[in-house]
């Protein structure tokens, strides 16, 4: 522990992780990035985890935990639960140590990452696919390894998991040309933040560490303002790197300690940041890899003229998500609107919509419309997509001086998750 009263990790505990790490987690970039700090106006590099050997920190945590066990040990076989980039750290531990282990997977876990976990753990992993959520997969990997004497590796809340992530913060500071003012880390269980803030809090005490969520998974903004863990009843899985409903008690215990400021990041702001990193940087993230760069819009005037790290998390973003991320960008970025509109059921209605509402740069992107009935007019279901923002206070100009029945449907839940 860092003092008597404190509950962070010493700087020894997480170089001892270092050593252990060696020729397994590949020692990441922490890199410039021109663009950024122009757009910014600041110095600001990106550390490159999702250039890791599992594309993700993950091997960190689970590998140090593995490492400390002992032999006798490890050979009754070792257990988590996860969908994710904790998967497949584990997974890759077990093979390079030739331990046995066992995987639990919500059934609903997409094929490409059941695939990753199984190539990285070759023989010595075993994947089982239970449940809907990662909390029954959890459950029963709690019970798996109650009932067969196994060791539970657990994603965060474990201090030597903690250790594991704290190399990160370790790397940081070792490549770092000058002090650093502000680190945006993001946040799921807290195991990355809890890590690497014990490192800088001891080495780097004036660094802001600014923790991000996703907006729909608050679970530590929740907690810090509550002053304990608290339980989220629901959240928003898109950002699923860092979506739990609870955060660990352990890592809770180190975040109140290291943390300066929490940013909760909407999901549409996150999808626009991993279009944008992809499109103008040639970087692919996931979801949770992208929520520290996403987070700066929100500290523009704070950072202006620092020295500013953002911690890549993660690049595991699977390919089929990507028309959903473009939606959630464009209805984000108020360039994506829906609408029911009641057209007359006359001849040339549609054809009057056209050419006196439509913009030259607005189009529909999605309509739907069935004559059932012959009533005077009948309600279409319209996406419209404008160039930009400004466009849309036009569109509706138009409409109302068409005298068009419409009714906006952006603000509707049920309907986004219909269309998204």
């Known amino acids: 522990m860092g003092t008597a009263t404190s509950a962070i990790l010493s700087v020894e505990d997480i170089y001892q992780a270092k050593v252990r790490l060696r020729g397994v987690a590949h020692p990441t970039p922490l890199m410039f990035n021109h663009h950024l700090s122009e757009l910014y106006g600041c110095q600001l590099s990106l550390k490159r985890e999702d250039l890791q050997v599992v594309r993700s920190y993950k091997i960190r945590g689970a590998y140090n935990k593995m490492a400390t066990l002992p032999r006798e040990q490890l050979q009754q076989g070792v257990v988590c639960a996860s969908a994710g980039n904790h998967a497949q750290g584990f997974a890759l531990a077990c093979q390079r140590m030739e331990v046995a282990g066992k995987v639990f997977m919500p059934s609903v876990t997409p094929r490409q990452k059941i695939k990753k976990v199984k190539l990285f753990g070759k023989n010595w992993v075993e994947t089982v696919l239970v449940g809907d959520t990662f909390d029954d997969a959890y459950q029963h990997a709690l019970q798996d390894a109650l009932v067969h004497d196994k060791t539970f590796i657990h994603p965060f809340d474990d201090r030597r998991t903690i250790a594991g992530q704290g190399t990160v913060g370790l790397e940081i500071l070792e490549d770092s040309k000058a002090g650093i003012d502000y680190v945006f880390c ?24 600014i923790g991000v969520e996703p907006a729909g998974a608050p679970a530590m903004y929740e907690s810090l303002k509550a002053g304990k863990p608290v339980t989220l009843s629901e959240i928003d899985n898109f950002v699923d790197g860092a979506a739990v409903r609870k955060v660990g008690d352990t890592t809770f215990a180190i975040a109140r300690e290291v943390i300066d400021d929490m940013v909760l990041v909407p999901e549409g702001k996150v999808c626009s940041t991993i279009l944008q990193l992809y499109n103008e940087e040639g970087i692919v993230v996931e979801p949770a890899g992208a929520l520290s760069v996403a987070a700066l819009d929100f500290y523009r005037e704070e950072i202006k003229g620092k020295n500013v790290v953002c911690l890549l998390s993660g690049g595991n973003n699977d390919i089929t998500r990507t028309e959903e991320i473009k939606e959630r960008s464009l209805l984000y970025e108020g360039l994506k609107h829906y609408f029911i509109i009641r057209f007359p059921q006359r001849a040339g209605a549609l054809r009057d919509f056209l050419n006196k509402v439509l913009g030259p740069t607005d189009d529909i992107t999605h309509f739907e419309y069935t004559k059932k009935h012959n009533r005077d007019s009948g309600p279409a279901l319209v996406g419209i997509q404008v160039q930009e923002q400004s466009h849309y206070e036009l569109l509706l100009q138009r409409m109302k001086a068409q005298h068009i029945d419409y009714q906006t449907l952006n603000d509707s839940q049920m309907l986004f998750e219909l269309l998204v």
């Open 186 to 209: 993001a946040v799921g269980g807290g195991g990355l933040v809890a890590g690497l803030g014990s490192y800088f809090r001891q080495l780097s005490p004036h660094t802001k560490i």
